[in-house]
């Protein structure tokens, strides 16, 4: 009998979103007009859906007001602040493709991007942490054509903007708005890209309306539903999987500070009674290690989403047991796919939901396949993990060929991560094929190395990479901080811990001890930089014996 292939379609009774991002946001605004949108815990802002609809329109009519229309693009540069939500579904009513820029970017970075969208208006902060946005955009203006006006949030601009709206006639704005389409693009995002510049992927209203709203009800959003979102809105965790997650079924949007802090995330959580939280792995690990972890009342606590990175095991168990999120899933996908493929369930068995990504989303499909033939391998077989459906991006921006690289004929998103599905349709994600080592012919899959490393009593957080090594081709090297009071750690003492335990073959031949891993600003590890580093931090070191 023939194997069974690694493939799974998403069947659901609940049908596709038809709206636009601007229609479904008034379809909510109009049922629950007096229900809680948005919070902004720094600054005490609140507003009701009602309130936060005259809002979000007022903005929209001062980008009307500003020359602003259907297609032409609006960068927003900021953390997070309530003026970014704002933004957001303001130009998704008037039709205007938003460009997310990262808030990490300096000026070099910011030009690149806003060239290569053609971005019209700027709204940005002034500065945030140690960057001066204000003086980068003075730096890059000259350089910029396309950059009409620049609004900077918080000063005489964004009033200006705002109070231009609000005097002006809705009935243009409405019109507009219905001369919308749901596949029009409405939102670039750029990828952090590990080589080259980055790339940007474009999506639709039905991608990523879509994707939040299925998001949100597999958490079992409603309106009594309050969400933390302390990952970043210039990523698709923060603005499809937070925000519109929110809007499309209800729930309010609970903003804890600008940037993530395990404090204020810890804070918010228990000042405005959420119910879910979101995070990458890292975030949740340094609230769970933070030193008054035990004073903050989490007890409202019940779903929440951790994605972004493999999600250790460990760590899950704790979320569960230490912070009350029974009901909290995993998410997986890229910003191509706007961006959730699989997610678990609320009701899926614990051990499913600190061990595998979930099951594929509804209306999506997944397979698994050789990445050298591109045929579909039998279930329980490694290999490249690939999706298609509803939520797969328009294409990169003006980048035809390069959408062509990841995007096959079949419309095909091709990951680059290395999958594996059981029996039951479970998708477990083991790495990316380029952080695959190779060690003496032997494949190693890196995250079966780090689930064993989060079992050393002295190690809080584990990353491992590959090496040159001239007689192996490569070797494995890990990367970890330890706990408070720790000793110290060496390769050889790691190697005593795992000998019996681990294949000889997976045990690190290098340990370095680190107080952080370099990281992108959306929380996950930049694995290109630490083996860099790593080539060069160990190139003069003798190696262990």
């Known amino acids: ?23 479904n946001f008034d379809r909510t605004a109009t049922a629950q007009p007096d229900a809680e949108a948005l919070v902004e815990v720094s600054s005490g802002r609140r507003w009701t859906y009602g309130a936060l609809r005259e809002e979000v329109d007022s903005v929209a009519s001062g980008l009307l007001a500003a020359g602003l229309a259907k297609g032409d693009r609006v960068g927003i540069w900021a953390p997070n602040l309530a003026e970014w ?9 008037l039709g205007v493709v938003l460009v ?10 910011l030009e690149f991007v806003l060239k290569q969208a053609g971005v019209s208006l700027l709204v940005a902060a002034t500065s945030f942490k140690t960057s001066d946005y204000a003086a980068m955009v003075q730096e890059v203006r000259p350089n910029c054509p396309d950059l009409r006006r620049v609004v900077f949030i918080g000063t005489p601009d964004w009033d200006a903007l705002v109070d231009a709206g609000r005097g002006r006639d809705r009935a243009e704005l ?20 590990t080589t080259g510049f980055p790339k940007g992927a474009t999506l639709s209203h039905h991608n990523i309306l879509n994707n939040g709203y299925f998001v949100g009800r597999i958490c079992g959003y409603t309106a009594a539903d309050r969400v933390c ?20 079924n209800g729930a309010t949007m609970v903003i804890p500070g600008p ?49 972004g990175s493999p999600c250790p095991v460990e760590v899950m168990k704790q979320v569960v047991d230490r912070m009350g999120m029974t009901e909290v899933t995993i998410c997986y996908g890229m910003t191509e796919t706007s961006p959730v493929s699989t997610q678990t369930r609320t009701d899926d068995a614990l051990e499913l939901r600190v061990s595998t990504v979930g099951q594929v989303h509804p209306h999506i499909e997944v397979k698994v396949i050789d990445p050298g ?51 039951e349709g479970f998708l477990t994600i ?60 060496t390769a050889e003492s790691l190697r005593e811990f795992a000998t019996g335990r681990l294949a000889h073959y997976k045990i690190p031949r290098y340990v370095l001890v680190v107080d952080e891993f370099p990281m992108t600003v959306t929380g996950k590890v930049r694995k290109v930089e630490m083996r860099e580093r790593s080539a060069i931090l160990l190139a003069d070191s003798p190696p262990p014996t």
């Not at 997310?100 to 970017?105: E, I, L, R």
């Not at 033939?373 to 993990?385: A, D, F, I, N, Q």
């Open 229 to 248: 979102i302390p990952v970043p809105f210039y990523h698709c965790f923060g603005m499809v999987m937070g925000n519109l997650a929110c809007t499309s």
């Open 85 to 93: 939500t704002l933004v957001q579904y303001a130009t998704a009513k």
């Open 174 to 193: 409405a019109r507009r708005q219905s001369e919308l389409s749901p596949d029009d693009p409405i939102n670039i995002q750029y990828t952090s890209g």
């Open 430 to 489: 083991t790495g990316r094929i380029k952080d695959m080592v190779i060690r003496g012919g032997e494949n190693i899959y890196p995250r079966e190395i780090e689930e064993f490393l989060y079992t050393h009593p002295d190690i809080l957080d584990a990353q491992v990479v590959g090496v040159p090594d001239a007689k192996y081709g490569e070797e494995l090297c890990a990367w970890v901080t330890l706990r408070d009071g720790a000793p110290e750690l």
């Open 373 to 423: 033939s591109g045929l579909t391998l039998p279930r329980g077989v490694p290999g490249e993990l690939c999706t298609r459906g509803y939520s797969v991006m328009l294409g990169y921006w003006n980048e035809p060929e390069r959408t062509a690289e990841a995007i096959d004929r079949a419309r095909w998103m091709h990951t680059g991560d290395i999958g594996i599905m059981d029996a």
């Open 100 to 109: 997310n820029v990262n808030p990490a970017y300096r000026a070099h970075e």
């Open 1 to 23: 009998m023939p194997a069974v292939p690694s493939y799974a379609s998403g069947t659901s009774d609940v049908a596709l979103l038809g709206d636009t991002i601007g229609d």
């Open 259 to 307: 940037g993530f802090d395990p404090k204020t995330a810890l804070h918010a959580v228990a000042s405005e009674r959420c119910t879910s939280l979101y995070g990458v792995p890292t975030m949740f690990i340094a609230e769970l290690n933070s030193p008054d972890f035990d004073s903050y009342d989490l007890s409202s606590l019940r779903t929440g989403i951790m994605a």
